[in-house]
């Protein structure tokens, strides 16, 4: 129950630094920071210990930022995943083996991009658009 209490603060800290960190204040204060070091480099002369403190303080906000980024791509794509594959099991006529394509190998996934650009100029080419719906696995026959 612990770990369970400690992963959703993690998750809702994530998300709320994630959240803020794409704010206009955000970008202001960073954008503040920045001046404040760039007028400072006089008074230090630019030496080598101010130019050190700017240069650790942007990477490790850069690396922090990648986990953030990569964290939120990660839930943004699961959520549309999601969405897809509710939007293809409900639909009369859907090719329900694309539920769940996303875990499939790179080469089944090219093989499905393959079928869906050859139905897309067998519809072009024939005008099905403007006279009804064809699905993929009717156009699989039409591949060969």
């Known amino acids: 129950m612990k770990i369970i209490r400690n992963h959703r603060f993690l998750e809702n800290l994530a998300h709320e630094f ?3 960190t794409g704010s206009s ?5 960073t954008l503040t920071l920045a001046l404040i070091w760039i007028i400072s480099g006089p008074f230090f002369e ?7 403190v700017m240069n650790s ?5 850069a690396f922090v930022m990648v986990f953030l980024l990569q964290r939120s791509q990660n839930k943004t794509a699961l959520a549309m995943q999601i969405k897809l ?7 009369k006529g859907a090719n329900n083996h ?4 996303e875990d499939s190998s790179e080469g089944i996934i090219r ?3 393959e079928d869906h650009q050859h139905a897309a100029m067998h519809i072009r080419d ?5 006279t009804g719906v064809i699905s993929i696995d009717d156009m699989m026959g039409l591949k060969e």
């Open 57 to 61: 303080v942007s990477n490790v906000t």
């Open 85 to 91: 594959n509710e939007i293809i099991s409900v639909l």
């Open 25 to 29: 204040w955000a970008f202001l204060i």
């Open 46 to 52: 630019f030496s080598a210990a101010w130019q050190h």
């Open 98 to 101: 694309l539920i769940g394509l």
């Open 111 to 113: 093989s499905f991009q």
């Open 18 to 20: 994630a959240h803020w």
């Open 126 to 130: 024939n005008d099905v658009a403007s």
